[in-house]
């Protein structure tokens, strides 16, 4: 598995981008997911960008942002067009999104198509530019359970739409992640990786508590301390080298938490046996 750092972070940081690259390389990371905010503010900084990034044996394996698929025209396919931009200047094909700001069972019939035909017409720019928009499954979007997310890529029905597969959320939907995997696995071209303390705590991932630089970070655990119960769900995947997933840390601690994390994937992968189990998961594939 290529693991990543997020730049989110390091939201509330004061910390720069060389810093982050000099510590991810550092602790063995493969890579960074870099938010868009992030991106944005680096523009201006020319020297900054995927030859930059690989001085330090890492590359941007996705820059995570939020289209906005409810605005005008004008305003969404410029957005875009920015985020391809920045996506080609850190050399990478990956733009994550949100589909839509309301869950599966409270949008309309008729706001869903407009949300379909949107990502299609993203879909249709981006392919042009050899990039691929990543949905994120998450709570509150068009994604947040494997039945809407199945059912919006056979909507959208174009190769470029891909799945980021964020497995806190998809267990938070009610859904068993490792049998939505299966379900998604054609689709799916990245992973997030975060726990939680208790079920009760997960509005603690809520967008405006994670943003906010007062929100609490109560209920946000190591990834193997938490309710999920992720030695199980990565014990195939953590040694399969064609997984690419990020550590979505937003508590304290940040170095700390995300250097122990890999350490314990690490040692995850190279246990006899999750090996025997990706062999058997491989034959099984086979037959």
């Not at 094909?93 to 706001?111: H, V």
């Not at 029905?157 to 998809?170: E, G, P």
């Not at 119960?229 to 601690?253: C, H, M, Q, T």
Request: with cysteine; charged share 25%; net charge neutral.
């Amino acid at each position: 598995m290529n693991l990543a750092i997020c730049t989110i972070s390091f939201r509330h940081h004061l910390i720069s981008i060389e810093q982050v690259a000099r510590w991810a390389q550092a602790h063995r990371f493969q890579g960074i997911e870099l938010w868009g905010a992030h991106a944005r503010n680096l523009a201006a900084d020319q020297e900054y960008g995927a030859e930059w990034l690989r001085g330090y044996g890492l590359a941007v394996v996705m820059l995570s942002d939020y289209l906005p698929l409810e605005a005008p025209p004008d305003e969404l396919w410029g957005k875009l067009e920015q985020l391809s931009n920045l996506a080609r200047r850190w050399g990478t094909r990956k733009l994550r999104t949100f589909a839509g700001r309301l869950g599966s069972a409270e949008t309309s019939a008729a706001d869903r198509a407009g949300i379909v035909a949107r990502l299609r017409g993203a879909c249709q720019r981006l392919s042009d530019c050899g990039q691929l928009l990543l949905v994120e499954t998450h709570p509150s979007t068009l994604a947040d359970t494997a039945e809407s997310t199945l059912r919006l890529l056979a909507e959208v029905d174009h190769a470029a739409l891909r799945i980021n597969f964020d497995v806190l959320h998809v267990w938070e939907g009610g859904d068993e992640p490792s049998r939505a995997l299966s379900q998604l696995r054609p689709h799916v071209s990245h992973l997030h990786l975060k726990n939680v303390s208790h079920r009760e705590r997960l509005e603690v991932f809520a967008p405006a508590n994670v943003y906010s630089a007062a929100g609490s970070r109560a209920g946000m655990v190591p990834l193997f301390e938490g309710a999920f119960d992720y030695r199980a769900f990565l014990a195939e995947l953590a040694g399969d080298a064609r997984w690419d997933a990020s550590l979505e840390w937003f508590g304290d601690d940040v170095k700390g938490t995300l250097s122990r994390d890999r350490r314990a994937i690490e040692q995850l992968a190279s246990a006899p046996a999750a090996r025997g189990q990706r062999l058997n998961a491989r034959a099984a594939r086979d037959i």
